[in-house]
């Protein structure tokens, strides 16, 4: 079985948006209007065709199942680390299974899922981990896939998981990682108006618009 069959996808949304919300009047990000939808339920509707999905955050009425971090607002790695605990329950969303690989991306990221097939396919070659990497050279680790025992022996090691940040899945002794070149268009996150206003723009423009990552 291929790494693309039966994988799930962690979508982190327990972030407070406090810069976009500085700069909207207190507008949440992740429901600004984007092509009829909202930025995070844009993201979703992608996904939730092709993969089972698990919601880190609060619970917005998506249609995906909701967890949360602990404790809550206590960081991204915090916030996979839900996302995975969920997924390996026993009553896990679709058919994923204990094994099935694992995506990670940002509630954030409007466009993301177009890079969640090349993420996975990257692992088929026995890597632990796949991660973005954008035009600039730099790493993108809410745009990233991971094979389970990876992800389990690596917050297994860890004291703590509260305020680490996810690039600690990718810098374990011995990992072997793949970087897979991402377009601005499915690594733009919505941090500001100006970013929202970007993702209107790339909007009608499918995949691999807003120009391809060098690799």
């Not at 979508?11 to 507008?27: E, I, P």
């Amino acid at each position: 079985m291929g790494p693309r069959a039966g994988a799930a996808v962690v979508v982190l949304a327990g972030g407070g948006g406090t810069r976009f919300a500085a700069r909207a009047a207190g507008a949440d990000k992740l429901a600004a209007p984007l092509g009829g939808t909202g930025v995070l339920e844009h993201l979703l509707a992608q996904l939730r065709p092709r993969w089972p999905v698990v919601l880190v955050g609060t619970d917005r009425g998506a249609g995906v199942p909701v967890v949360r971090e602990d404790p809550p607002g206590g960081g991204p790695l915090a916030g996979f680390a839900a996302g995975l605990a969920a997924l390996d329950a026993p009553d896990a969303p679709g058919t994923a299974g204990r094994e099935a690989p694992v995506v990670l991306l940002g509630g954030d990221q409007p466009f993301a899922a177009e890079a969640v097939p090349r993420l996975l396919a990257a692992l088929a070659g026995g890597a632990d981990a796949a991660v973005g990497v954008d035009g600039g050279g730099r790493r993108q680790p809410l745009l990233s896939a991971y094979r389970r025992a990876h992800a389990r022996s690596v917050l297994a090691g860890l004291p703590a998981v509260t305020g680490r940040p996810v690039r600690e899945l990718l810098a374990a002794p011995g990992a072997r990682v793949v970087e897979v070149p991402v377009s601005d268009r499915e690594h733009l996150d919505v941090d500001v108006p100006e970013d929202l206003a970007r993702a209107r723009a790339l909007l009608g423009g499918g995949p691999g618009a807003g120009g391809a990552a060098r690799t």
